[in-house]
C-alpha cells in the first residue's frame, strides 16, 4: 500500500527513555479545536456494554466454562524462604479425580520473567508456587494439594521492609537487599539548605496496598491441535500472549489471548501469570480445557501489591519559596525486579531549582510488587505534599500560594521540554472555589462537636497519560452498513468500547449504535498495555485515523455506486449526504459484500520536543473525632487536566473510583505481615479494609477540558491513574490543618491518629 | 421432657445428593455433596454465572443472590440447606428481555466499571425496593449495599441508580 | 474442608437427638462454613435447624420480660420497630453489625456462639494455643486487634456487637440438650480461655441455645451502644461498649456498662456499676466509672489505642443515657 512508512518514537517517562517502532501511513489528523461541536465526542454516553455487564451475560475470564474443562490449583509455599528438597505426590496422585500433578522435577521447562522455570528450587515468599494439580473440580484438587508431601529445607527470611535495609537482616541476594533504583541531583541543594530560613524534615511511611481486583487472577487454556487458546483476565492480551511464546516456545500464529470482560487489575495483570503457563502446560498434557483462577487468599499473596515504603524527605525554603529538596526513599519490592519510584514527583511536579533524590528497591521474602495505580506516585505524593504543607506553616506561606510559586513553569524540570497543555494553575483556582479555601483557617476550625475538628488541605498531582505508539486499529463495513471496530485493545473497566465508539462515529458519521467494537483479543490489530493511563491516548487516535480510512474508501465506493464525485460527498449519522440529498449508507454497502472497505489506523509518533504529562489536584475537608481518632472525609474536590474528555460520564466514574481507592489507601488499607512467621496475616477481605459504601464522602468531579492539541489528533489523555495520586496527601493536610498533628504514615488509623495526638497532648 | 414426636430424618451424604429448588421461579435439581455452596450449584451444574466467586468467605457480596427474598452470600450457604426454597439470581430479575429497572439505572447512571460486583450490587437493591413499599431514603439505599463491596469505587453512581430506579418503580 | 453429611429435623427433640459427637449444629452458617472451610471445625454430619418453626421470632408477655428465639434471624431483630422501642440496645447493636445479607442469614443463637476473628486463629496453618497448640503468636505478633484486658493464655477477643448489648439488659439464656433444660445468665456463658479450658463458650456437646430471655426490669433501662470500627461499615468492633441504666430523677441506677472488642469475652466490672449507683453520670463519675472498668488493662505492642478509645467510648456511651 502507498505511504507506509515506519517510524521510532521515544517516550519519555520518569527519566526512561522507552523507543518503539511503528508503522504508520498518510498523513495523521490534526485535532479538533477546543471550539468544534461534535455528535460523540465530549458527551455523555451510556456503556456500549452496559447490558451485559448488569445482566451477568458479560463473560469474565472466571465465566469461561468450556466441555470437558479441568480445573488446576496451586500449591504454595508455606514458609517465607526454603529450599525445595523433594516432593512426593503419590497419595494426591490416588486421589480419585486427580489428572495430573506438576512440580519442578517434573514439570516441562517454561521460562517465566527471566527465570527458567515456574516452580522454583528456593521458593521466597508464602505463596510462592511449588506444584500444581488438575483435577475433575475444583474441590478436588484442592484435597489433592493437602496430599502433596514436600520436603523443605528452611532457610533464614526477612519480611520487613525496615528491618531487611538494617545490617543484621539475612542478605537475601548476592548484592544484599538494598538495590539503587535511581537518583536525581539539580542545581546545588546543599548549599541552599544551608543558606535555607527553614528547614523541615519528616520521615514518611505508607504501608502494602493489595489490589483486591474482585476477579481474581487467571486463565483457561485449550488446545486446538497445536493451536492454544488462553482466556486470561489480563489488562494486555498481547502481552499475554508474549509471555506465553516465550514460555511454551511456540510460534504467534499459534496463541490466541482472549480478555472479553475482566473484573478489575489497577495495574496487576499487566503480563502473563504462572497460572496462565501452568493451565497450559495441563491442557497439552492431558488433551482438556484447563482453568486454573487464584483464590481470594492466593491473590492476596501471590498477585502483587503497592510497595511498603519508608521515605525520608527534608525541605528548605527562603523567601517564601521552596529552595532545596532531598528526597530519599526505600519501597519493599518483594521479590520483584523492579521497584515504582516515589521520587517521581519530587522529580517533575515543581520547578524546584536545587534536589536530590534516591530511589532504592528493597527485596524481602514477601510477595512481589506489581504496578498499583500509579505506583510510586502515590507513595511519593503522601510524602512530598505533606513536607510542602509543614514547610508553608513554618515560613507563614499558604499552602496554595507556595505552590503555586512553583507550579507555574511552562518546562518540564527533567527534561526541560515545554509542556503540550499544563492547566494546572486553572486547577487549582477551580478547586480553591469548590472546597471553599478562603475558609481554611490556619489551626483548622471546630466541627460538629467540641472534640471534633474540622480542615482543610490539598495536594496536586502530575502524572503521564499521554499514551503513543504502537497502537492499531480497524474499521471494517458490513453490507447492511454496520460497522466492526478491532482493536486490540482491553477495557479493565474503565469504558474502553464506549469511547473507543464515540471516537469511531465522531470521525465516521456512523451511530454508536451501529459500531460493534470488538477488543481483548489478539486477533485484531496490536493494541497496548491498558496501565500507565495510556489506553485512550494511544489507541483512540489510532481508531480516528482508521474511521477516517474506512470513510474515505466507503466515499469513494458511493461516488461509484451514486454515480456522484467523491467530494460532494459526506457521511453524517449514518447518510451519505450530498448536495439536497441523504441516502441511508446500507444503500450502498449493500450492493457491497463485507468487510470489502476495511479502514486501518495506527498511532502516529509522538511530538518530540514536547512533554505530554497530565495534572491535577485534589482537596479535602475532613472532620476529626479527636478523642476516638475517627477521621471523617467530608468532602474531596478533584479537578483533573487531562485534556478533551470524551466521555464525560465515564471519566467522572474514573476519577470518582480513583478518589474512593486512594481514601482506602489513605485510612484503612494495610497489608500485615506476621514477621516472624513471614505470612500475611489478612490476605482477605475481612481484615484487609477495602473502602465500603459509607466510606464515601460527597466527591465533586472537575475537569479542565481542553484539549490538548499538541499531544494527539484527539487532544485527549489518560484518565486512570490521576485520580488515585493527591488524595491520600490532600487528606492528611486536612487532618493536620484540623488537628495540629501530622500524620506520616498511612493508613492514617484510628490507632495512628491516637498515637500522634497523644504526643502532643 | 422434650418433645420426641416426629420420625427422625435420615443424615444425607457426605456423598452427593439430589437437592431440588426453585431458580428464577423454574424448578432445578443438582446432584452435589453437602459441603458445596449455593454459589457452586449457580455456577457450576445451573449455568448462572452472572452471580460471581470473590472472597467464598462472606466478605464481599459479588455472590448476592435472593433466598426467600432476602439478600444473602450464596457463597456461604450450603446448597443443600436450599433445598425447597425459592432462589433468585441476576439472570431471573429481567423478564420477557426487558431489564428490571434497577438493572436499567446502573446503566444510566453508569454504575459500574468493571462490573464484577455488579450482579450482587443489583440484587441488594432489588431486595430493599421490594422490601420497601414507599420509596427508601438515601440512607437506607446505602445501608443496603454496605455488604457489597466495589473496588472499582462505583459507589456514588450505585446510590443514584437505586435511588433513581426507586423513584422509576413508583 | 472436611465432608459430612447433612440433615434438616423438623422439631427441637429430633434435632437433640441427632446432636451426637461428630455433628455439629447449623443454623445461618455464617460462622460455621468458614469454619469448616478453614479446617477449623471438622464435624462429620450437620443438623440443619432452621426447619424447627418454634425457635424463630420474639415475644413479650407483660410481666415476663421479653423472649427471644434462638433463630431468630439478626435482621428481624433489628427492623422490628416494636423491638426497638422495648429494648432500643439490641436494634443499636445490630445496626453496624456485619451487613444486611449477613444479617438475613445469622441468627441470635449464632452469634453468640460464633467464634473469634483472631487471625491467627483463623489460619489453618498456625498452631495457636486454643486450637491446642502451644502458644499465642498474637501476644507476640500482630495484635492491633487484640485484647487489652482480661485474657490469659490467649488474647483473641469477643466479637459479637449483641453480647454486650444483651448482657446490658441482664439476659438470660435457655438451653437445651437431649437430657433436659437449663438456663444461663449470658455474662456467665461466655468464658476467657485458659488452662485446660480452650474455648470461648460455656456450652456442653449436646446443647443447643433455644431461647434468649431478657427480665421485665431491664426493659426499664435506657441503653446506648457505640461501637469504634477503623472503617465506616463492616468491621469488627475495635471497641464496643453497651450501656444502660434505669435513670430516675435524673440519676442512674442498676448501670451495666458492657464491652466488646476488649477482653476475651464480654468485659465489665461490677464495681464500676456500683460506682455509678445513683450518679447523675457526669463527666467526672463516667471517666471514673470507665477508669474502674479499664483498671487492669495491659496492652499489647500494638493496641494501645484501645484502650484510650474504651475509655472515651465508655464516657460517651454513659453521657447519652441522661442526654
Given at each position: 500500500?502507498?505511504?507506509?512508512?515506519?517510524?521510532?518514537?521515544?517516550?519519555?517517562?520518569?527519566?526512561?527513555?522507552?523507543?518503539?517502532?511503528?508503522?504508520?501511513?498518510?498523513?495523521?489528523?490534526?485535532?479538533?479545536?477546543?471550539?468544534?461541536?461534535?455528535?460523540?465526542?465530549?458527551?455523555?454516553?451510556?456503556?456500549?456494554?452496559?447490558?451485559?455487564?448488569?445482566?451477568?451475560?458479560?463473560?469474565?475470564?472466571?465465566?469461561?466454562?468450556?466441555?470437558?474443562?479441568?480445573?488446576?490449583?496451586?500449591?504454595?509455599?508455606?514458609?517465607?524462604?526454603?529450599?525445595?528438597?523433594?516432593?512426593?505426590?503419590?497419595?494426591?496422585?490416588?486421589?480419585?479425580?486427580?489428572?495430573?500433578?506438576?512440580?519442578?522435577?517434573?514439570?516441562?521447562?517454561?521460562?517465566?520473567?527471566?527465570?527458567?522455570?515456574?516452580?522454583?528450587?528456593?521458593?521466597?515468599?508464602?505463596?510462592?508456587?511449588?506444584?500444581?494439580?488438575?483435577?475433575?473440580?475444583?474441590?478436588?484438587?484442592?484435597?489433592?494439594?493437602?496430599?502433596?508431601?514436600?520436603?523443605?529445607?528452611?532457610?533464614?527470611?526477612?519480611?520487613?521492609?525496615?528491618?531487611?535495609?538494617?545490617?543484621?537482616?539475612?542478605?537475601?541476594?548476592?548484592?544484599?537487599?538494598?538495590?539503587?533504583?535511581?537518583?536525581?541531583?539539580?542545581?546545588?541543594?546543599?548549599?541552599?539548605?544551608?543558606?535555607?530560613?527553614?528547614?523541615?524534615?519528616?520521615?514518611?511511611?505508607?504501608?502494602?496496598?493489595?489490589?483486591?481486583?474482585?476477579?481474581?487472577?487467571?486463565?483457561?487454556?485449550?488446545?486446538?491441535?497445536?493451536?492454544?487458546?488462553?482466556?486470561?483476565?489480563?489488562?494486555?492480551?498481547?502481552?499475554?500472549?508474549?509471555?506465553?511464546?516465550?514460555?511454551?516456545?511456540?510460534?504467534?500464529?499459534?496463541?490466541?489471548?482472549?480478555?472479553?470482560?475482566?473484573?478489575?487489575?489497577?495495574?496487576?495483570?499487566?503480563?502473563?501469570?504462572?497460572?496462565?503457563?501452568?493451565?497450559?502446560?495441563?491442557?497439552?498434557?492431558?488433551?482438556?480445557?484447563?482453568?486454573?483462577?487464584?483464590?481470594?487468599?492466593?491473590?492476596?499473596?501471590?498477585?502483587?501489591?503497592?510497595?511498603?515504603?519508608?521515605?525520608?524527605?527534608?525541605?528548605?525554603?527562603?523567601?517564601?519559596?521552596?529552595?532545596?529538596?532531598?528526597?530519599?526513599?526505600?519501597?519493599?519490592?518483594?521479590?520483584?525486579?523492579?521497584?515504582?519510584?516515589?521520587?517521581?514527583?519530587?522529580?517533575?511536579?515543581?520547578?524546584?531549582?536545587?534536589?536530590?533524590?534516591?530511589?532504592?528497591?528493597?527485596?524481602?521474602?514477601?510477595?512481589?510488587?506489581?504496578?498499583?495505580?500509579?505506583?510510586?506516585?502515590?507513595?511519593?505524593?503522601?510524602?512530598?505534599?505533606?513536607?510542602?504543607?509543614?514547610?508553608?506553616?513554618?515560613?507563614?506561606?499558604?499552602?496554595?500560594?507556595?505552590?503555586?510559586?512553583?507550579?507555574?513553569?511552562?518546562?518540564?524540570?527533567?527534561?526541560?521540554?515545554?509542556?503540550?497543555?499544563?492547566?494546572?494553575?486553572?486547577?487549582?483556582?477551580?478547586?480553591?472555589?469548590?472546597?471553599?479555601?478562603?475558609?481554611?483557617?490556619?489551626?483548622?476550625?471546630?466541627?460538629?462537636?467540641?472534640?471534633?475538628?474540622?480542615?482543610?488541605?490539598?495536594?496536586?498531582?502530575?502524572?503521564?497519560?499521554?499514551?503513543?505508539?504502537?497502537?492499531?486499529?480497524?474499521?471494517?463495513?458490513?453490507?447492511?452498513?454496520?460497522?466492526?471496530?478491532?482493536?486490540?485493545?482491553?477495557?479493565?473497566?474503565?469504558?474502553?468500547?464506549?469511547?473507543?465508539?464515540?471516537?469511531?462515529?465522531?470521525?465516521?458519521?456512523?451511530?454508536?449504535?451501529?459500531?460493534?467494537?470488538?477488543?481483548?483479543?489478539?486477533?485484531?490489530?496490536?493494541g497496548p498495555i491498558s496501565a500507565g493511563s495510556l489506553t485512550l491516548a494511544s489507541v483512540g487516535p489510532a481508531v480516528r485515523l482508521a474511521a477516517r480510512d474506512a470513510r474515505e474508501q466507503f466515499l469513494g465506493a458511493a461516488a461509484g455506486v451514486l454515480e456522484i464525485r467523491k467530494t460532494e460527498l459526506r457521511m453524517e449519522r449514518g447518510h451519505i449526504v450530498s448536495k439536497g440529498a441523504r441516502t441511508p449508507i446500507s444503500e450502498v454497502s449493500k450492493k457491497l459484500e463485507n468487510n470489502t472497505v476495511i479502514g486501518k489506523g495506527s498511532r502516529w509518533p509522538n511530538p518530540e520536543s514536547l512533554a505530554i504529562k497530565t495534572f491535577?489536584?485534589?482537596?479535602?475537608?475532613?472532620?476529626?473525632?479527636?478523642?476516638?481518632?475517627?477521621?471523617?472525609?467530608?468532602?474531596?474536590?478533584?479537578?483533573?487536566?487531562?485534556?478533551?474528555?470524551?466521555?464525560?460520564?465515564?471519566?467522572?466514574?474514573?476519577?470518582?473510583?480513583?478518589?474512593?481507592?486512594?481514601?482506602?489507601?489513605?485510612?484503612?488499607?494495610?497489608?500485615?505481615?506476621?514477621?516472624?512467621?513471614?505470612?500475611?496475616?489478612?490476605?482477605?477481605?475481612?481484615?484487609?479494609?477495602?473502602?465500603?459504601?459509607?466510606?464515601?464522602?460527597?466527591?465533586?468531579?472537575?475537569?479542565?477540558?481542553?484539549?490538548?492539541?499538541?499531544?494527539?489528533?484527539?487532544?485527549?489523555?489518560?484518565?486512570?491513574?490521576?485520580?488515585?495520586?493527591?488524595?491520600?496527601?490532600?487528606?492528611?493536610?486536612?487532618?493536620?490543618?484540623?488537628?495540629?498533628?501530622?500524620?506520616?504514615?498511612?493508613?492514617?488509623?484510628?490507632?495512628?491518629?491516637?498515637?500522634?495526638?497523644?504526643?502532643?497532648? | 421432657?422434650?418433645?420426641?414426636?416426629?420420625?427422625?430424618?435420615?443424615?444425607?451424604?457426605?456423598?452427593?445428593?439430589?437437592?431440588?429448588?426453585?431458580?428464577?421461579?423454574?424448578?432445578?435439581?443438582?446432584?452435589?455433596?453437602?459441603?458445596?455452596?449455593?454459589?457452586?450449584?449457580?455456577?457450576?451444574?445451573?449455568?448462572?454465572?452472572?452471580?460471581?466467586?470473590?472472597?467464598?468467605?462472606?466478605?464481599?457480596?459479588?455472590?448476592?443472590?435472593?433466598?426467600?427474598?432476602?439478600?444473602?452470600?450464596?457463597?456461604?450457604?450450603?446448597?443443600?440447606?436450599?433445598?425447597?426454597?425459592?432462589?433468585?439470581?441476576?439472570?431471573?430479575?429481567s423478564k420477557d428481555g426487558e431489564l428490571h429497572p434497577v438493572q436499567e439505572a446502573f446503566i444510566d447512571h453508569d454504575a459500574y466499571q468493571c462490573g464484577f460486583c455488579t450482579p450482587g450490587q443489583v440484587m441488594s437493591i432489588v431486595a430493599l425496593l421490594r422490601a420497601k413499599g414507599g420509596a427508601p431514603t438515601e440512607d437506607e439505599m446505602r445501608r443496603a449495599v454496605t455488604g457489597n463491596l466495589c473496588r472499582c469505587g462505583a459507589y456514588v453512581n450505585i446510590v443514584k441508580a437505586g435511588m433513581s430506579a426507586a423513584r422509576r418503580k413508583k | 474442608m472436611s465432608l459430612f453429611s447433612y440433615a434438616k429435623p423438623r422439631a427441637l427433640?429430633?434435632?437433640?437427638?441427632?446432636?451426637?459427637?461428630?455433628?455439629?449444629?447449623?443454623?445461618?452458617?455464617?460462622?460455621?462454613?468458614?469454619?469448616?472451610?478453614?479446617?477449623?471445625?471438622?464435624?462429620?454430619?450437620?443438623?440443619?435447624?432452621?426447619?424447627?418453626?418454634?425457635?424463630?421470632?420474639?415475644?413479650?408477655?407483660?410481666?415476663?420480660?421479653?423472649?427471644?428465639?434462638?433463630?431468630?434471624?439478626?435482621?428481624?431483630?433489628?427492623?422490628?420497630?416494636?423491638?426497638?422501642?422495648?429494648?432500643?440496645?439490641?436494634?443499636?447493636?445490630?445496626?453496624?453489625?456485619?451487613?444486611?445479607?449477613?444479617?438475613?442469614?445469622?441468627?441470635?443463637?449464632?452469634?453468640?456462639?460464633?467464634?473469634?476473628?483472631?487471625?491467627?486463629?483463623?489460619?489453618?496453618?498456625?498452631?495457636?494455643?486454643?486450637?491446642?497448640?502451644?502458644?499465642?503468636?498474637?501476644?507476640?505478633?500482630?495484635?492491633?486487634?487484640?485484647?487489652?484486658?482480661?485474657?490469659?493464655?490467649?488474647?483473641?477477643?469477643?466479637?459479637?456487637?449483641?453480647?454486650?448489648?444483651?448482657?446490658?439488659?441482664?439476659?438470660?439464656?435457655?438451653?437445651?440438650?437431649?437430657?433436659?433444660?437449663?438456663?444461663?445468665?449470658?455474662?456467665?456463658?461466655?468464658?476467657?480461655?485458659?488452662?485446660?479450658?480452650?474455648?470461648?463458650?460455656?456450652?456442653?456437646?449436646?446443647?443447643?441455645?433455644?431461647?434468649?430471655?431478657?427480665?421485665?426490669?431491664?426493659?426499664?433501662?435506657?441503653?446506648?451502644?457505640?461501637?469504634?470500627?477503623?472503617?465506616?461499615?463492616?468491621?469488627?468492633?475495635?471497641?464496643?461498649?453497651?450501656?444502660?441504666?434505669?435513670?430516675?430523677?435524673?440519676?442512674?441506677?442498676?448501670?451495666?456498662?458492657?464491652?466488646?472488642?476488649?477482653?476475651?469475652?464480654?468485659?465489665?466490672?461490677?464495681?464500676?456499676?456500683?460506682?455509678?449507683?445513683?450518679?447523675?453520670?457526669?463527666?467526672?463519675?463516667?471517666?471514673?466509672?470507665?477508669?474502674?472498668?479499664?483498671?487492669?488493662?495491659?496492652?499489647?505492642?500494638?493496641?494501645?489505642?484501645?484502650?484510650?478509645?474504651?475509655?472515651?467510648?465508655?464516657?460517651?456511651?454513659?453521657?447519652?443515657?441522661?442526654?
Amino acid at each position: 500500500m502507498a505511504g507506509i512508512r515506519v517510524v521510532k518514537s521515544r517516550d519519555e517517562f520518569e527519566g526512561e527513555i522507552f523507543e518503539s517502532l511503528s508503522i504508520i501511513q498518510g498523513s495523521d489528523l490534526p485535532a479538533h479545536a477546543a471550539s468544534v461541536e461534535f455528535e460523540e465526542i465530549g458527551k455523555s454516553r451510556k456503556r456500549v456494554d452496559g447490558v451485559q455487564r448488569v445482566t451477568g451475560r458479560a463473560t469474565y475470564t472466571h465465566d469461561v466454562a468450556l466441555p470437558g474443562m479441568l480445573h488446576a490449583r496451586v500449591l504454595r509455599s508455606p514458609y517465607p524462604r526454603a529450599r525445595v528438597r523433594a516432593i512426593d505426590t503419590k497419595k494426591a496422585e490416588a486421589l480419585p479425580g486427580v489428572r495430573g500433578v506438576l512440580h519442578r522435577f517434573n514439570s516441562p521447562k517454561a521460562a517465566f520473567r527471566g527465570e527458567e522455570t515456574i516452580f522454583r528450587e528456593e521458593v521466597r515468599f508464602i505463596g510462592d508456587e511449588v506444584a500444581a494439580v488438575a483435577a475433575d473440580d475444583a474441590d478436588t484438587a484442592a484435597r489433592a494439594l493437602g496430599l502433596i508431601e514436600v520436603e523443605y529445607e528452611l532457610l533464614p527470611h526477612v519480611t520487613d521492609l525496615e528491618e531487611a535495609i538494617t545490617d543484621g537482616a539475612p542478605k537475601l541476594e548476592d548484592g544484599g537487599n538494598v538495590f539503587d533504583a535511581g537518583s536525581l541531583k539539580r542545581g546545588e541543594p546543599r548549599q541552599a539548605f544551608k543558606s535555607a530560613d527553614a528547614v523541615v524534615e519528616g520521615t514518611y511511611r505508607t504501608s502494602t496496598q493489595l489490589h483486591n481486583s474482585l476477579e481474581s487472577h487467571g486463565a483457561v487454556a485449550q488446545w486446538d491441535g497445536e493451536n492454544l487458546t488462553v482466556w486470561e483476565s489480563t489488562q494486555h492480551v498481547f502481552g499475554v500472549r508474549e509471555g506465553i511464546r516465550a514460555a511454551l516456545l511456540l510460534p504467534l500464529s499459534r496463541i490466541r489471548v482472549i480478555c472479553d470482560y475482566m473484573g478489575g487489575g489497577f495495574g496487576s495483570k499487566g503480563g502473563v501469570g504462572k497460572y496462565s503457563i501452568i493451565a497450559s502446560l495441563f491442557a497439552k498434557q492431558l488433551g482438556r480445557p484447563v482453568r486454573c483462577v487464584l483464590t481470594r487468599h492466593e491473590e492476596n499473596l501471590a498477585a502483587g501489591n503497592r510497595s511498603a515504603t519508608l521515605q525520608k524527605v527534608k525541605l528548605a525554603g527562603k523567601d517564601g519559596r521552596i529552595t532545596a529538596v532531598d528526597h530519599t526513599s526505600w519501597s519493599n519490592a518483594g521479590q520483584g525486579r523492579w521497584v515504582a519510584n516515589p521520587t517521581g514527583p519530587t522529580n517533575t511536579l515543581y520547578d524546584f531549582a536545587n534536589l536530590t533524590t534516591k530511589s532504592y528497591r528493597v527485596v524481602t521474602n514477601a510477595g512481589s510488587l506489581s504496578a498499583f495505580r500509579a505506583p510510586g506516585y502515590v507513595e511519593g505524593t503522601f510524602a512530598l505534599e505533606q513536607a510542602i504543607d509543614e514547610l508553608a506553616e513554618r515560613m507563614g506561606v499558604d499552602p496554595l500560594t507556595l505552590r503555586r510559586r512553583h507550579a507555574a513553569s511552562q518546562k518540564d524540570p527533567r527534561t526541560t521540554k515545554t509542556y503540550s497543555l499544563k492547566r494546572l494553575l486553572e486547577c487549582y483556582t477551580i478547586g480553591a472555589r469548590e472546597i471553599g479555601w478562603t475558609k481554611r483557617r490556619a489551626g483548622g476550625t471546630r466541627g460538629s462537636a467540641p472534640h471534633r475538628r474540622r480542615g482543610i488541605g490539598m495536594a496536586t498531582q502530575i502524572w503521564g497519560g499521554g499514551g503513543g505508539p504502537p497502537a492499531y486499529a480497524t474499521v471494517h463495513f458490513n453490507s447492511d452498513g454496520t460497522v466492526i471496530l478491532r482493536a486490540g485493545t482491553q477495557d479493565i473497566g474503565t469504558g474502553t468500547r464506549t469511547v473507543l465508539a464515540q471516537i469511531c462515529s465522531e470521525e465516521l458519521g456512523v451511530e454508536c449504535d451501529r459500531i460493534s467494537v470488538r477488543i481483548g483479543d489478539t486477533e485484531g490489530p496490536y493494541g497496548p498495555i491498558s496501565a500507565g493511563s495510556l489506553t485512550l491516548a494511544s489507541v483512540g487516535p489510532a481508531v480516528r485515523l482508521a474511521a477516517r480510512d474506512a470513510r474515505e474508501q466507503f466515499l469513494g465506493a458511493a461516488a461509484g455506486v451514486l454515480e456522484i464525485r467523491k467530494t460532494e460527498l459526506r457521511m453524517e449519522r449514518g447518510h451519505i449526504v450530498s448536495k439536497g440529498a441523504r441516502t441511508p449508507i446500507s444503500e450502498v454497502s449493500k450492493k457491497l459484500e463485507n468487510n470489502t472497505v476495511i479502514g486501518k489506523g495506527s498511532r502516529w509518533p509522538n511530538p518530540e520536543s514536547l512533554a505530554i504529562k497530565t495534572f491535577g489536584a485534589h482537596f479535602a475537608q475532613v472532620e476529626v473525632d479527636t478523642l476516638t481518632g475517627e477521621i471523617v472525609v467530608e468532602k474531596v474536590v478533584a479537578v483533573h487536566d487531562i485534556g478533551r474528555i470524551v466521555n464525560p460520564m465515564t471519566a467522572a466514574s474514573q476519577v470518582q473510583g480513583g478518589v474512593i481507592q486512594a481514601l482506602g489507601f489513605a485510612l484503612s488499607e494495610e497489608r500485615v505481615v506476621d514477621r516472624s512467621l513471614g505470612r500475611v496475616m489478612n490476605a482477605d477481605l475481612e481484615w484487609y479494609k477495602i473502602p465500603t459504601v459509607l466510606d464515601v464522602p460527597e466527591i465533586v468531579v472537575r475537569f479542565t477540558d481542553r484539549p490538548d492539541r499538541r499531544a494527539n489528533n484527539l487532544g485527549a489523555k489518560g484518565l486512570g491513574e490521576p485520580p488515585i495520586i493527591p488524595t491520600a496527601a490532600a487528606v492528611a493536610n486536612a487532618v493536620a490543618n484540623a488537628t495540629g498533628v501530622r500524620l506520616r504514615h498511612a493508613p492514617m488509623t484510628p490507632a495512628r491518629v491516637l498515637e500522634a495526638l497523644a504526643v502532643v497532648r | 421432657m422434650l418433645d420426641t414426636i416426629g420420625e427422625m430424618p435420615p443424615f444425607r451424604g457426605p456423598e452427593a445428593v439430589d437437592i431440588f429448588l426453585t431458580v428464577n421461579g423454574q424448578g432445578a435439581t443438582a446432584h452435589l455433596p453437602p459441603h458445596r455452596s449455593l454459589l457452586e450449584l449457580l455456577r457450576g451444574p445451573l449455568g448462572l454465572t452472572g452471580t460471581k466467586l470473590v472472597c467464598n468467605a462472606g466478605n464481599c457480596g459479588a455472590c448476592t443472590v435472593l433466598v426467600e427474598g432476602r439478600p444473602v452470600y450464596s457463597c456461604i450457604t450450603l446448597a443443600v440447606a436450599c433445598e425447597g426454597k425459592r432462589v433468585e439470581t441476576i439472570e431471573g430479575i429481567s423478564k420477557d428481555g426487558e431489564l428490571h429497572p434497577v438493572q436499567e439505572a446502573f446503566i444510566d447512571h453508569d454504575a459500574y466499571q468493571c462490573g464484577f460486583c455488579t450482579p450482587g450490587q443489583v440484587m441488594s437493591i432489588v431486595a430493599l425496593l421490594r422490601a420497601k413499599g414507599g420509596a427508601p431514603t438515601e440512607d437506607e439505599m446505602r445501608r443496603a449495599v454496605t455488604g457489597n463491596l466495589c473496588r472499582c469505587g462505583a459507589y456514588v453512581n450505585i446510590v443514584k441508580a437505586g435511588m433513581s430506579a426507586a423513584r422509576r418503580k413508583k | 474442608m472436611s465432608l459430612f453429611s447433612y440433615a434438616k429435623p423438623r422439631a427441637l427433640g429430633e434435632a437433640l437427638r441427632l446432636l451426637k459427637n461428630g455433628t455439629v449444629a447449623l443454623a445461618g452458617g455464617t460462622d460455621l462454613v468458614g469454619l469448616i472451610r478453614s479446617g477449623l471445625a471438622r464435624p462429620n454430619a450437620l443438623v440443619d435447624l432452621t426447619g424447627i418453626d418454634g425457635l424463630r421470632g420474639w415475644s413479650r408477655e407483660k410481666g415476663k420480660g421479653l423472649r427471644i428465639g434462638a433463630l431468630t434471624s439478626l435482621s428481624e431483630l433489628e427492623t422490628s420497630p416494636q423491638l426497638r422501642k422495648l429494648a432500643p440496645m439490641i436494634a443499636e447493636s445490630l445496626r453496624d453489625a456485619a451487613t444486611p445479607q449477613l444479617r438475613n442469614m445469622g441468627t441470635v443463637g449464632g452469634n453468640l456462639l460464633q467464634r473469634n476473628r483472631c487471625w491467627y486463629f483463623r489460619d489453618e496453618a498456625v498452631p495457636c494455643w486454643l486450637k491446642g497448640g502451644t502458644r499465642c503468636f498474637a501476644a507476640e505478633g500482630e495484635n492491633r486487634y487484640h485484647a487489652i484486658i482480661g485474657a490469659a493464655e490467649c488474647v483473641m477477643v469477643s466479637p459479637s456487637d449483641l453480647a454486650p448489648a444483651l448482657i446490658a439488659y441482664d439476659a438470660e439464656i435457655e438451653l437445651a440438650s437431649s437430657i433436659g433444660r437449663r438456663t444461663v445468665k449470658l455474662g456467665m456463658f461466655f468464658i476467657t480461655p485458659s488452662g485446660r479450658q480452650r474455648r470461648e463458650h460455656a456450652i456442653k456437646k449436646g446443647e443447643l441455645i433455644t431461647s434468649v430471655r431478657i427480665p421485665e426490669s431491664a426493659l426499664e433501662r435506657r441503653g446506648t451502644f457505640l461501637k469504634a470500627m477503623d472503617r465506616k461499615a463492616w468491621s469488627f468492633a475495635l471497641v464496643s461498649v453497651a450501656a444502660a441504666a434505669r435513670i430516675k430523677d435524673g440519676k442512674a441506677h442498676d448501670v451495666r456498662v458492657v464491652l466488646g472488642g476488649v477482653a476475651p469475652s464480654p468485659w465489665w466490672v461490677p464495681a464500676a456499676h456500683k460506682l455509678l449507683e445513683g450518679s447523675a453520670l457526669d463527666d467526672n463519675s463516667c471517666l471514673a466509672a470507665a477508669d474502674v472498668i479499664l483498671g487492669g488493662a495491659q496492652p499489647l505492642r500494638d493496641n494501645g489505642y484501645k484502650v484510650t478509645l474504651a475509655r472515651e467510648l465508655i464516657r460517651r456511651a454513659l453521657r447519652s443515657l441522661v442526654a
